[in-house]
């Protein structure tokens, strides 16, 4: 697939999945906008990006979690005259602990990053896309969106269960229209999102085949939009554990779910 003369937006571009999904669209041809709020990095990789491949690269700071972010960041496009035919909604972290163990402005924050930006960005991309006859949109939502709630990150599965519902509305209604939009549900992928979080040494007590590189994760959704697959589940281990929670009764999984979650939890501290 080529996608030259296409633009690309990549929220959280500056880390992680974000920054490898704008290394596989530039080598697809495709010209960038990035955005994160370390916009050191994102002027890094995009110097990065432009040496190596004949493409252009814009870069937005911006953070998520400011209501006027997505406007904002929709507005300086406009200015550009830049239209987004591929929109990588991305950006994301997770609030461990419990749920009263963050105050109300922590998960205020955390529903501007990880639901209305994606739903706004969207609204604001789409309409061009459907006017244009072409667009891709990948929601980068998780294993925890497919599986039963967790104990701890309590809003997390929630947010991620959202964008796989959200894609599935979306790609009905955008179907014949030369819009494909799907939700990417990785497991365990290295990055900086355990880090970020202050989780590495937790999980880096977890078996070695839980986890996946960021490449393979991402040639996958990149190629799973393209075919118009609507939730995709990468890895084999992640598609056993999807499989397993799907073909288990609800309160086995369930249970199942809360007794890992709560075990996970007291290694924690
Ligand atoms: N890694 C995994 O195991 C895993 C598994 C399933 C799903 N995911 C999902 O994959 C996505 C990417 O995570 P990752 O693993 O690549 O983590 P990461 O390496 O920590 O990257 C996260 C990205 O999100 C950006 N970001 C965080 N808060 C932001 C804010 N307030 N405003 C703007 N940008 C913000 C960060 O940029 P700045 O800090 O520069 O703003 C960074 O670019 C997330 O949605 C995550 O939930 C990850």
Redesign the pocket.
């Known amino acids: 697939m080529t996608y030259q003369g296409k633009w690309a937006l990549v ?9 490898t999904f704008a290394k596989s669209l530039a080598a697809k041809g495709a010209n960038l906008v990035l ?4 916009v050191d ?1 994102l002027e890094a990789l995009a110097r990065e990006l432009e040496g190596k491949h004949r493409i252009s690269v814009k870069t937005i700071a ?4 400011k209501p006027s ?1 997505p406007a904002d960041i929709a507005a300086v496009l406009h200015t550009s005259d830049i239209e987004i035919d591929i929109l990588i909604n ?5 609030l461990p602990g419990g749920y009263t163990e963050s105050d109300w402005t922590a998960h205020r ?1 955390f529903l501007e ?2 639901v209305t930006s994606y739903a706004q960005l969207t609204r604001a991309f789409l309409p061009g896309m459907l006017k244009r006859g072409f667009g891709r949109i990948i929601q ?5 969106g497919l599986v039963p709630g967790s104990a701890g990150h309590t809003m ?1 599965g929630a947010s ?1 269960a959202f964008l796989v519902s959200f894609a599935q509305s979306l790609a009905a209604e955008c179907d014949g229209k030369g819009v494909n939009v799907s939700a990417l ?12 979080n202050d989780t590495r040494g937790l999980v880096s007590q977890l078996p070695k085949y839980m986890f996946m590189q ?1 490449e393979p994760v991402i040639e996958g959704a990149l190629d799973a939009v393209e075919r118009g697959h609507v939730v995709y589940v990468p890895g084999a281990w992640n598609k056993f554990t999807v499989w397993l929670m799907k073909a288990l009764p609800r309160p086995w999984a369930a249970a199942m779910v809360k007794k890992q979650s709560q075990k996970f939890r007291q290694r924690n501290g």
Do not use: I, Q
């Open positions: 929220t959280g571009a500056s880390a992680g999945l974000g920054a955005t994160a709020r370390r990095r911006a953070d998520l979690a972010a991305n950006a994301g972290y997770g924050d990053v990880m980068v939502s998780s294993v925890a997390y991620k549900c990785p497991g365990f992928t290295y990055s900086e999102f355990h880090d970020a960021a």
